[in-house]
Structure formats: C-alpha cells, structure tokens
C-alpha cells in the first residue's frame, strides 16, 4: 500500500495520464474504507460474510439404568477364618458322639474369668522368652502344677528347661504359647474334678481329624508327630490344665 500510495502522489499530468478521472475517485475510496472483512470470512467471488457454525452442545454423561448398578455389599469378600467351625464336614457328629462330660469350645470367653486370667498370665509369660516368668504360676505347694517328672528333679523351672531342645528352655515356651493358640475343652464338667484342657486334640480321635483340623495339628507337631499319633489314635504331645478357679493344674505330656 505504501508503494501503491506513493504512486498515487504524482504530478496532475501523470495521473491524467495514465488514470481516468473516475477509476482514480474508486481507488481513492477504497483506500478511505475501514479495513474489511478478512479472505477467510468471504465466499470465493462474494463479499457476503459465511455464517458461523451454531455452538455445539455440551456433552452431558448419561446416568446409568438402576439395573446397571451393582447390587449393595457386593465387592471382593472377607476371608474365612482359618478354620471354619460350622462347616467342618464330620464335626457336629464327632461332637455329638464324644463322651457328654467333654465340651469342645473356640471362644476363649465361653471360660470362667478365672481361667482366662491364668491363661493370660501363661502366654505373656512365656511370649517374655525369660522361663522364670513360668516360677510364679506354677501353683507351688500341696496342689503344685504337675509336669513330667524326670529323675529326682524337684525345681519345676529346671526341669522344664530339661524338657526344652535348648538349654535357656525357649523351646518349651514357644510350645506352651502354639498349644493356647487352639480350642479347648471342659471336662467332667459340674464335678470336683472339672478342668479345662489345650489343645482340643487331647479329647479327639486323631484317626478322624478333618483336613483343616490337621493343618491345625501340624502347627504344633510335626508330620512325624502326626503319623505316630494316627497309628495309635491318640494325641499325646504336651497338654495344658487350668482348673476353673484358675489353677495351672498340669503341663503335661502323653495319652
């Protein structure tokens, strides 16, 4: 334009010349206009404005259908415990059979106040690792907690270290803390000798255990330990007695 501009400055006699009066007056004019439209904005050959797209509509996200919903409490479920008591196969009818003075319980809670307190005195005991936490429990005196006895031992704390496979008796606690891990029962139930006994296994036909209650079993002895028992269909690895009046009566071993 400012060449176009420069041009147009000319003498008279140039524009005369070489422009007519008329054509010289439009090109001036077109100059003067305000600035047009942009090419963009103009159809080929037309100088009427194209007419813009209409806004397009958000998109709104549709609701899904009720029945498209999951159903309420659905997702990954709970684990079972680890040894469901109410669909052991076989267990309601070995409970059932057994002798009806034996009471088979799960629930620590199910025991007298009594006896719970002494088992928790035993297992935090023994989860100390120091052996002569055990001393004070052991009920010593006329009706002191019987163990097994090995030669003329009389120091119940040493002789449980004898019954250890080391020599600080660690061993025995870890032992003492697998049996009060399990179920228990009550025997002679309602008479003067009434106890309650860890494991459960001590009153059961070991011949009869069902898959998980092996699993259970084998937490405490091993594969060997379990064949033995089977052969002879008695449990006869350690057992643990409290009276209900929360005595420690007896950690003992055998049939």
Not at 42 to 62: D, E
Request: proline share 10%; glycine share 8%.
């Amino acid at each position: 334009m400012r060449w176009l501009a420069a041009n147009l400055l000319l003498p008279a006699g140039r524009v005369n010349r070489y422009f007519p009066t008329v054509a010289l007056a439009a090109l001036l004019a077109v100059m003067q206009a305000p600035a047009s439209h942009a090419l963009s904005e103009l159809n080929p050959g037309s100088t009427t404005k194209t007419p813009a797209s209409p806004p397009t509509s958000p998109v709104v996200p549709v609701a899904p259908e009720e029945d498209d919903l999951p159903a309420e409490g659905m997702g990954i479920p709970d684990p079972d415990p680890l040894v469901n008591r109410e669909t052991v196969p076989g267990e309601e009818a070995d409970v059932s059979t057994s002798d009806p003075t034996v009471e088979y319980l799960f629930d620590i809670e199910a025991a007298p106040e009594p006896v719970r307190r002494m088992r928790a005195l035993i297992v935090e005991a023994a989860a100390s690792g120091d052996i002569e936490r055990i001393r004070p429990l052991l009920n010593p005196g006329p009706n002191q907690t019987q163990i097994p006895v090995i030669g003329d031992q009389e120091d119940l704390v040493e002789t449980l270290k004898s019954l250890s496979g080391d020599s600080d008796g660690v061993e025995i606690l870890a032992i003492l803390l697998d049996i009060l891990q399990t179920g228990f029962v009550r025997i002679d139930a309602g008479t003067s000798d009434e106890v309650y006994v860890w494991p459960y296994f001590a009153e059961k036909q070991i011949g009869n255990l069902t898959p998980p209650e092996k699993v259970e079993l084998l937490r405490i002895v091993t594969a060997g330990d379990l064949e033995g028992m089977q052969e002879y269909g008695n449990y006869n690895f350690f057992r643990v007695g409290i009276t209900p009046d929360g005595e420690w009566k007896f950690f003992t071993a055998g049939d």
